[in-house]
């Protein structure tokens, strides 16, 4: 059963997309409701549709110290640790705690399999060519390990891998481990990089948008495709602190089937109760709700129902996809960071790209941005193998 | 010192090479038995469809749990579940960057989605209608005692039965060149907060350093630890299978192992 949760702190976060490097990129995007996506020049092949891709990743290796983790994945873990002053918080946090009691707990769909894709395609002697013989990115945990490497912690360390939800439920694992004294303080998020496993794996599963990505509209026909990192700092909150708060979430299955959800939202429905609970709120608590909301035919029309059937009109919710594209494993993260700055900026984000409302959606949706006092906000993650996850986040100060 | 999770062990499942069972694989422990054939993976949870379709790493996983769910006498359905695996599906993995290589856009949809980590977990929760909470994770080299911790966690956190299922399967083209793993092997329990009449208790405390791994001398029971991540599980089933009280150390990520109190309790 659901045990309530103490609040805890999100002590630093950030994010980097197709909206930019960092919160003030992602906030001047969503504040003046320009999206990110752009006409597909990623693939090895052709492949018509629209991506969110992050701009100058291929022009900024690693550093030489980290050499042995070089891949796109981890460019961009690196691009997104170095925003928003997020190292000197992670480093003071090491510092205050020490290095095993500092957990790493991430999330990832595909981690540096791109790197491997890469191998396959230029192979020497049917081996991996010399290069890429870095066994340390040829593995889903190699993100976790490098940012455990980055960091020299010494704690936990571990990747969650269930796809579209990873970098949600890894708010989950820290909340536990921190609940049960084991460590002081987790660094949770994920990263997920563009790839041809996941543009032909999509395509070949017809569930690509030839056009940028449109959620609840009525004619929606598919996803848009694309990456993004973001971590947060999470440790125990203190007497008034000043830090937006984790307050609750909640995890489910679907139980159903391994690519389609469950068609009455049962997962989701069960994931979100869990939150609530943990959380000690109610529906008619919660001013917004950042959705999963991928474009996809099945996926939006579930969501929509469990959202129209279980909160007052008041609650206001969108899909962030619009703008980013469907970052994959990095999207609990992702749209953990834009709940984040909607409480802080009292700004709804527009639900982008939707131009014909799905009759299912309620009045909930916020088909344009609006100017809102934000208290406290959910954000769904659901993913492949019907993994659904529900964070619960409370604005600073706000009690929740 | 109090150990940091306390958990008690109600259902145990394996399979490896030569023991396709826990009973199989604690008769060779207790050297009653040799390791003899290699069959198949049986993994009998899955309707009989899934199982005729289901990729290698999906029967392996499941095999093993449904092992462990059926000794616990609990129901699957019930069991929020933590499934590791340090390479999941490495044949799917291949297939997949193979075909992105040649011909891409001729990438067969059913093999994309079971290329996804938590293939395992997905096929369980539908096979057995569990609307528990359920995870894939990876800790590279260290997956099994960080799945093992995991799940640990979570038996405490939340006062809940946990089923934790941990697999690798032999690599296999370009890939099977880079992570190394020669063989297949799963094994997995069910872990409760309570007591209950378990006979087995695993007092568990995250501790600082690798000093895990030095060899048992048995030279089979060496060289299945040695053919995965995920058969860094064996001297921990080893010491489960031994019956009397011991401690032990499994790795959990770099820099961190879980020394074990293997306590039976009479």
């Known amino acids: 059963m ?30 003046g409701s320009r999206g990110g996506l752009a006409p597909n020049d990623f693939s090895t092949t052709a492949l018509p549709c629209w991506i969110g891709r992050v701009a100058g990743v291929e022009d900024e290796p690693l550093p030489g110290e980290y050499a042995q983790w070089e891949c796109r994945n981890n460019r961009l873990a690196w691009l997104t640790l170095r925003q928003d002053g997020f190292i000197d918080a992670v480093r003071a946090a090491r510092e205050r705690y020490g290095a095993s009691r500092v957990a790493v707990l991430l999330g990832t769909s595909t981690a540096s399999i791109g790197a491997t894709e890469e191998g396959y395609r230029r192979l020497e002697n049917g081996a991996m060519p010399d290069d890429l013989q870095r066994p340390a990115i040829h593995t889903p945990h190699s993100l976790a390990g490098f940012v455990a490497d980055v960091f020299d912690l010494e704690g936990p360390c571990l990747t969650v891998a269930t796809a579209c939800s990873s970098s949600a439920k890894v708010f989950a694992n820290a909340e536990r481990m921190i ?55 999470i440790e125990r909150a203190v007497e008034g602190d000043t830090s937006p708060l984790f307050i609750g979430y909640g995890e489910a299955s679907d139980a159903h089937h391994m690519s389609t959800p469950h068609p009455e939202g049962l997962g989701a429905e069960l994931a979100l109760r869990d939150a609530l609970a943990r959380a000690g709120i109610e529906a008619g608590d919660v001013d917004y709700i950042n959705l999963h ?40 993260i992702l749209e953990a960071t834009l709940t ?24 909930q949706m916020a088909w344009q941005s609006e100017q809102a006092d934000l208290r406290i906000a959910l954000s769904n993650s659901f993913g492949f193998g019907g993994n659904n996850a529900c964070l619960a986040f409370a604005r600073q100060g706000a009690s929740a | 010192m109090s150990a940091a999770l306390t958990v008690w062990v109600k259902g145990i499942g394996l399979w490896a090479p030569g023991t396709p069972t826990w009973h199989a694989f604690r008769e060779v422990a207790t050297g009653e038995a040799s390791p003899a054939g290699n069959e198949r993976p049986v993994a009998d949870v899955l309707p009989p469809n899934e199982r005729r379709r289901a990729p290698e790493s999906v029967l392996l996983a499941a095999a093993a749990a449904g092992q462990a769910v059926a000794m616990s006498g609990l129901n699957a359905a019930d069991l929020p579940c933590v499934f590791a695996s340090s390479h999941g599906d490495q044949v799917i993995t291949d297939y997949m960057c193979a075909t992105l290589a040649s011909a891409p856009a001729e990438l067969s949809p059913t093999k994309f989605h079971n290329s996804v980590h938590n293939a395992p977990a997905g ?29 640990a966690t979570l038996a405490v956190a ?23 793993t020669t063989g297949a092997f799963a094994s997995a329990l069910v872990l409760s907060p309570r007591a209950d009449g378990a006979a087995i208790r695993l007092d ?19 060289g299945l630890a040695a053919s ?21 150390r499994v790795p959990a990520a770099r820099g961190l192992d879980l020394h074990i109190d293997v306590e039976t309790v009479p």
């Open chain 1, 2 to 31: 659901p045990h309530p949760m103490s609040p805890l702190a999100v002590r630093a976060f950030t994010a980097t997309s197709a909206l930019g490097r960092g919160l003030e990129a992602h906030a001047a995007a969503i504040a």
């Open chain 1, 179 to 233: 609940r049960l004294g084991l460590i002081d303080a987790a660094i949770v998020g994920g990263v997920d990089t563009l790839c041809d496993s996941v543009l032909f794996g999509f395509n070949s599963l017809e569930l690509v948008s030839g056009e940028p990505c449109r959620p609840f509209d009525a004619d929606r026909n598919g996803i848009s495709i694309g990456e993004a990192g973001g971590f947060a700092l």
């Open chain 1, 293 to 332: 909301g991928t474009a996809s035919q099945k996926n939006d029309e579930v969501e929509a129902a469990l959202v129209a059937r279980s909160f007052p009109a008041t609650t206001r919710a969108s899909s962030t996809k619009g703008f980013t594209g469907h970052t994959l494993g990095a999207a609990g």
């Open chain 1, 340 to 363: 984040l700055l909607a409480m802080r900026d009292g700004v709804v984000p527009a639900n982008l790209g939707a131009r014909t409302p799905d009759p299912l959606c309620g009045p």
């Open chain 2, 123 to 151: 096929y369980w929760t539908i096979a057995t209608h569990c609307h528990a909470a359920s995870s894939a994770v990876s800790g590279g080299e260290e997956s099994f005692g960080a799945g093992l911790l995991e799940a």
């Open chain 2, 158 to 180: 939340d006062d809940r039965d946990v089923l934790l299922a941990s697999y690798d399967i032999a690599g296999t083209g370009p890939i099977g060149g880079m992570t190394l």
């Open chain 2, 204 to 222: 568990i405390t995250p501790e600082p350093g690798n000093s895990a791994g030095e060899a048992s001398g048995d030279a089979w029971m060496d």
């Open chain 2, 228 to 248: 995965n991540p995920s058969s860094l599980a064996v001297p921990l089933f080893h010491a489960l299978a031994a019956a009397h009280s011991t401690a032990l």
